[in-house]
């Protein structure tokens, strides 16, 4: 990526009512201008005021943000045309023939972290503002967007340059009786203490970016299905009386406690001659190794309840819950224990009991806490690495300091402060920040 081209890409999905093409580079509205026709031309508008006109054919409405006053910090245009394929397709054919070049994924974001609009930390939030499942993951977006996390890891980098600073100043100026700090090691602790807490937070941060893997067991006819339907809000599934309809995975993504899943409805488990049902089932074994926690259905209404345990006792899946289905079948049936295992009564059909389900998902995800808060803030797995080796950097750092090597202590604490201002892009390099903007999609 460069920052001296004109770039235009569509800044929203082409099919829907409207879509906005953004411009955005030094000839932006000299660019736009060739191809947009209105009663003023884009060269005299005002910034920040709509005007419409045509290009082509086709109404168009163009507005104008002067640099610096732009997402990206250069001079931008956006040009909103009808949605249709036709027109959208023909508008930034339009502009590219004008001069544009194709905006690579990200490039309007990367040009706002450039320009110093957002840093690094900032910038990897507007993709988790696109991408979050839930409203829990929208508002912590939106509150990184806002500065949280970054005021706080500027923090840590200004306190280790500063031990860095005194540590420098102690060799340059070794014969001066200047008023040199006796805490350095103490202050290395603190910051040492407050990077620990930042690492806490990958967890919830994980858990609310990614989501959580839930897979659906048990035997045929248990009603995972149903209850898929139920906490989809639809019929995503199909459900019959007929054993085995489910022959392979059936995936849908939802909120549960404000928190993002994807379901998993598997084929149900036993023994078939059916090669079709056997590869399903196998299938469904698989799915549930690798869930991050399983809802285990079990039919109350069966006659054969200690077989309904069985598959559930050979499979030992991690984080699982014993879901008897069907309870408004068999309203006052005794059902057998199930040790160690949390269980809970329900009926998928009448949507009864499933507070109780997800009471018990809340405290498998949140570590037995009764709610599901939104943190402040929550570094990701980058930022989690990062904040890692600066540790490291740290400990090493206090090791010299404790011997008094404040040459060698300088250089550690360099160190820590490369790695804490790669969270925020104060220090980075071109292959990370490839990384992270090629993630964006294409007009972000």
Request: glycine share 8%.
């Amino acid at each position: 990526m460069n920052t001296t081209d004109t770039i235009a890409a569509p800044a929203t999905g082409i099919g829907g009512a409207v879509t906005i093409i953004r411009v955005s580079g030094p000839h932006s509205v000299e660019y736009a201008s060739r191809v947009w026709q209105g009663k003023r031309s884009l060269l005299d508008a005002e910034p920040r005021k709509m005007y419409l006109g045509k290009v082509g054919g086709d109404p168009t409405l163009a507005v104008w943000m002067k640099s610096p006053a732009s997402y990206t910090g250069d001079d931008v245009v956006e040009l909103q045309c009808h949605g249709g394929a036709v027109a959208a397709n023909s508008l930034l054919r339009a502009l590219l023939s004008a001069g544009c070049r194709m905006a690579e994924p990200g490039e309007f974001t990367f040009r706002a972290f450039v320009n110093g609009k957002l840093d690094l930390a900032q910038a990897e939030a507007v993709a988790d503002l696109i991408n979050s499942g839930s409203e829990s993951a929208m508002h912590l977006a939106e509150r990184q967007l806002a500065g949280t996390l970054s005021s706080r890891l500027d923090d840590l980098w200004n306190r280790i340059n500063h031990l860095r600073s005194e540590c420098e100043a102690r060799l340059d100026f070794p014969d001066e009786e200047l008023d040199f700090e006796n805490d350095l090691i103490e202050q290395c602790a603190s910051i040492k203490a407050d990077m620990y807490s930042l690492l806490e937070t990958r967890e919830s941060g994980a858990r609310l970016r990614d989501g959580i893997d839930v897979v659906l067991a048990g035997r045929p006819n248990a009603g995972k299905s149903s209850l898929l339907n139920r906490l989809a809000g639809f019929d995503r599934a199909i459900v019959s009386d007929i054993p085995g309809t489910t022959r392979d995975t059936v995936e849908h993504d939802c909120s549960i406690c404000g928190i993002p899943v994807h379901l998993t409805d598997t084929a149900g488990l036993r023994d078939s001659s059916d090669p079709i049902e056997s590869l399903g089932i196998e299938r469904s074994r698989r799915s549930i190794a690798a869930a991050q926690v399983t809802f285990w259905l079990l039919d109350a209404s069966s006659s054969e309840l200690a077989q309904e345990l069985d598959e559930l006792n050979d499979a030992h899946p991690q984080n699982v819950i014993a879901v008897w289905n069907k309870c408004d079948l068999v309203p006052d049936i005794e059902l057998p224990p199930t040790p160690g295992i949390p269980s809970c009564r329900i009926s998928a059909i009448n949507g009864s009991g499933i507070e109780l389900l997800t009471e018990e998902f809340k405290k498998i995800v949140c570590n037995g806490k009764e709610s599901v808060s939104i943190p402040e803030f929550a570094v990701n797995a980058r930022m989690a690495d990062a904040l890692e080796r600066g540790i490291y950097s740290i400990d090493q750092a206090v090791i010299q300091l404790a011997n008094e090597e404040f040459e060698l202590a300088a250089c550690d604490l360099a160190d820590a402060s490369n790695s804490v201002g790669e969270t925020t892009g104060k220090t980075t390099s071109c292959d990370l920040l490839d990384e992270v903007f090629h993630r964006f999609c294409l007009g972000k």
